[in-house]
């Protein structure tokens, strides 16, 4: 089972709990309202489905670290910010995701080269004037790390993009997931995980104001 939400970022801010206050309070002033728009909306969201008091959600959300539940039972969090949306996934297996706006200046191209592997360089050499596979690699590669890094530390270039059988490999590990990655209104969207033999694709739930 897989859940994802698409969450304006000019959506009002929710509760937090105490510790999250005091993580809030070491960050600059953009960086703590991204911090607490996303953890107000993970508990608030995650309340509905576990249909506890937000308040009560097992939550461990320090700044720039995985998050998780305390509890295994609640399944696993991944969480990925772009200019103007959150998007929060929850499963019942260990997943990685990602978002990026698609109007994102072409720069992301010359980003994507630093992290390429030589077998992907036809993906930016045949899109010269497009920004579809940059954001396709960065969205699927960021995934991947996400989808790992509570258990090694990865990086964006340790991971290969196979688009044909939608599938990455870490050359370091030889660990293979599958991913997803599709195009929600302005966001190109990557998924990543394991087994999607145990996923359904979801339904997207867009909160907005």
Same mark, same amino acid.
């Given at each position: 089972?897989?859940?994802?939400?698409?969450?304006?970022k000019?959506?009002? !801010?929710?509760?937090?709990?105490?510790?999250?206050?005091?993580?809030?309070?070491? #960050?600059?002033?953009?960086r703590?309202r991204?911090?607490?728009?996303?953890?107000?909306?993970?508990?608030?969201?995650?309340? &509905? #489905?576990?249909?506890?008091?937000?308040?009560?959600?097992? !939550?461990?959300?320090?700044?720039?670290?995985?998050? /998780? &539940?305390?509890?295994?039972?609640? %399944?696993?969090?991944?969480i990925?910010?772009? @200019?103007?949306?959150?998007?929060?996934?929850?499963?019942?297996?260990?997943? %990685?995701?990602?978002?990026? =706006?698609?109007?994102?200046? @072409?720069?992301?191209?010359?980003?994507?080269? /630093? &992290?390429?592997?030589?077998?992907?360089?036809?993906?930016?050499?045949?899109?010269? =004037? *497009?920004?579809?596979?940059?954001? /396709?690699?960065?969205?699927? /590669?960021?995934?991947?790390?996400?989808?790992?890094?509570?258990?090694?530390?990865?990086?964006?270039?340790?991971?290969?993009?196979? &688009? @044909?059988?939608?599938?990455? !490999?870490?050359?370091?590990?030889?660990?293979?997931?599958?991913?997803? *990655?599709?195009?929600?209104?302005?966001?190109?969207?990557?998924?990543? *995980?394991?087994?999607?033999?145990?996923?359904?694709?979801?339904?997207?739930? !867009?909160?907005?104001?």
């Open positions: 089972m897989l859940k994802l939400w698409v969450v304006y000019n959506t009002p !801010l929710k509760f937090i709990s105490n510790q999250e206050i005091k993580w809030s309070q070491e #960050l600059s002033n953009l703590k991204e911090y607490i728009h996303s953890r107000s909306y993970i508990r608030y969201l995650i309340s &509905f #489905l576990v249909e506890i008091d937000p308040r009560k959600i097992p !939550l461990h959300a320090p700044p720039s670290q995985p998050i /998780k &539940f305390l509890d295994d039972k609640f %399944g696993f969090l991944s990925s910010h772009c @200019k103007d949306c959150l998007l929060i996934a929850w499963s019942k297996i260990p997943i %990685g995701v990602d978002v990026e =706006n698609i109007n994102r200046s @072409k720069n992301i191209k010359k980003i994507t080269r /630093k &992290f390429v592997n030589i077998s992907e360089n036809y993906l930016l050499d045949n899109d010269e =004037n *497009s920004n579809f596979y940059p954001i /396709k690699l960065w969205t699927v /590669k960021e995934a991947a790390v996400k989808w790992k890094s509570s258990q090694n530390k990865n990086f964006l270039n340790d991971w290969i993009c196979n &688009f @044909k059988d939608n599938n990455v !490999l870490n050359f370091k590990t030889n660990e293979r997931a599958s991913f997803y *990655s599709f195009k929600f209104i302005d966001w190109q969207i990557a998924i990543v *995980s394991k087994n999607f033999s145990y996923i359904d694709f979801p339904i997207i739930c !867009l909160v907005k104001n």
